[in-house]
């Protein structure tokens, strides 16, 4: 099993910048089987949507038209972490974030490990 921890969610102005943290843990066996990680988003009243991935083995990355140019996701091996650097930030992107992992396959959808989530929340 893979644990899902995000963190740096919060408060900010449109315009504005958040960087969130997912660290992953379980094992050494576990953590390494994990070659995709992604971040989804939920608004109230809408469906959980993908945001962004990238590939732990070549840091190939991936992400939805909305956010190119603005987000950027990353990677931290060493520290079992992948890290959504958000900026200019627009209220359309308050939403709960969540982490997600997998081993292989499309990194836009059928993730096996979730995160538990954490608020963005951009105001005017």
């Known amino acids: 099993q893979v644990q899902l921890v995000e963190s740096g969610g919060g408060l900010v102005q449109a315009g504005g910048s958040l960087r969130l943290s997912c660290a992953a843990s379980?094992?050494?066996?576990?953590?390494?089987?994990?070659?995709?990680m992604g971040w989804f988003r939920q608004a109230p009243g809408k469906e959980r949507e993908f945001i962004a991935a990238?590939?732990?083995?070549?840091?190939?990355?991936f992400y939805v038209d909305s956010v190119k140019g603005r987000f950027t996701i990353s990677r931290d091996n060493a520290k079992n972490t992948v890290y959504l650097q958000m900026n200019s930030l627009k209220r359309e992107d308050t939403a709960v974030y969540y982490c997600?992992?997998?081993?292989?396959?499309?990194?836009?959808?059928?993730?096996?490990?979730w995160g538990q989530g954490t608020q963005v929340t951009v105001s005017s």
């Open positions: 990238i590939t732990r083995s070549d840091g190939n990355t």
């Open positions: 997600a992992a997998k081993a292989v396959g499309n990194p836009r959808d059928n993730y096996r490990y």
């Open positions: 379980g094992g050494t066996f576990s953590v390494l089987s994990v070659n995709v």
